[in-house]
């Protein structure tokens, strides 16, 4: 298994057309419901939460925000999941990309291991196998290739950019700014910022990280200090109820909705042109993730869109779908 992997730095920058003004993009991963908590396994998961995917889009539909659906191995192989994506795919704006979990993906030639969990990590031939399987899916699904990837878990590796590049990928979104999954065998992100970048053989993809923004009297010291407190016991949590330092990542899994709306606006004060939101599909449903376990949760993550999408609106902060993203910057 190789070593965890660390991106070189971000290559040349996105230009963004001006004409478009600042932009926000939306990714659910739209992957099969498992424990957390437990040891990865192939067979102990369902895609029962994707059966509230029609309800979910027709909300965000209704507020004009397209979505960039990272679709993975299970729930591509459920008739019901797919027929509900297609469905989505009606408001004309809304877009498939592929998502890789190695652990429920064919072929099983690996053994299983956190650090095998992340696709990345395995070797160039049983990863390039497992991408096949999945893109081949999707294709065979959806009538077109996948333009976009995400690896599950964040796991991109040496390799990855090669591999999505052969197969005709033109955007990845698997770095996740300034986070560090060394802990279990994942890449780290400490040094990747939020700009999307050029990058792959001959910059034939597009890096778009998802946001992180510090935030805090003592933002400007950012990522350095952030995981220089890491080295601390309890000292990260001290500095964000101090309202000192906080890492901020734009989800509603886990990110209080005050401390969101904060960096957007930090966001949007430096200038970020394009914002990147994710959240997992099971979060739909109650039960599924630790971040929705109860119909109280499920309302409190609508609330937190309602928020985050009323300060977007108010600030000039459009949508955009994937595909018109891509071919925007070419």
């Known amino acids: 298994m190789a070593a965890p992997y660390r991106p070189p730095p971000a290559g040349s920058p996105v230009l963004w057309p001006a004409v478009l003004g600042p932009r926000f993009v939306v990714f659910v991963d739209t992957e099969e419901e498992f424990d957390w908590r437990a040891p990865f396994t192939r067979e102990r998961h369902g895609t029962q939460a994707t059966r ?9 539909a209704g ?17 019901h999941a797919v027929e509900a994506l297609h469905a989505a795919l009606a408001d004309g704006a809304s877009t498939i990309g592929a998502q890789l979990h190695a652990w429920v993906t064919p072929p099983f030639d690996e053994p299983l291991s956190p650090a095998a969990s992340y696709a990345g990590n395995l070797p160039l031939n049983v990863e390039a196998a497992k991408l096949d399987s999945l893109t081949q899916a999707l294709h065979a699904a959806f009538g077109r290739r996948p333009r ?6 964040y796991g991109i590796g040496a390799n990855t950019l090669g ?13 996740r700014a300034h986070y560090d999954y060394r802990g279990d065998g994942g890449p780290d992100f400490r040094d990747m910022g939020n700009a999307a970048y050029r990058c792959g053989p001959g910059d034939a993809l597009i890096e778009l990280p998802l946001t ?6 003592l933002r400007r010291m950012g990522a350095p200090l952030f995981h220089r407190l890491g080295r601390v016991p309890h000292a990260r949590g001290a500095f964000a109820r101090a309202g ?11 990110m209080p909705l005050p401390a969101v709306l904060e960096a957007v606006r930090v966001a949007l004060g430096e200038g970020l042109p394009v914002l990147s939101f994710a959240f997992h599909s099971p979060s739909l449903a109650p039960g599924h993730t630790p971040y929705v376990r109860d119909a109280a949760d499920l309302a409190a993550f609508w609330r937190w869109w309602e928020g985050v999408l009323t300060l977007l609106d108010a600030r000039g902060v459009k949508p955009i779908g994937l595909e018109a993203l891509i071919d925007a910057v070419g």
């Open 163 to 175: 591999l999505l590049a052969e197969r005709g990928y033109r955007l990845d979104s698997s770095v």
């Open 148 to 153: 976009a990837y995400r690896a599950g878990r």
């Open 52 to 60: 509230a995917l029609p309800a979910a889009h027709r909300r965000f």
């Open 212 to 217: 992180t923004v510090f935030t805090g009297a």
């Open 244 to 254: 000192l330092l906080e890492r901020v990542s734009l989800t509603p899994e886990g």
């Open 63 to 79: 507020w004009g925000v397209p979505i960039a659906y990272m679709v993975d191995y299970p729930v591509v192989r459920d008739p």
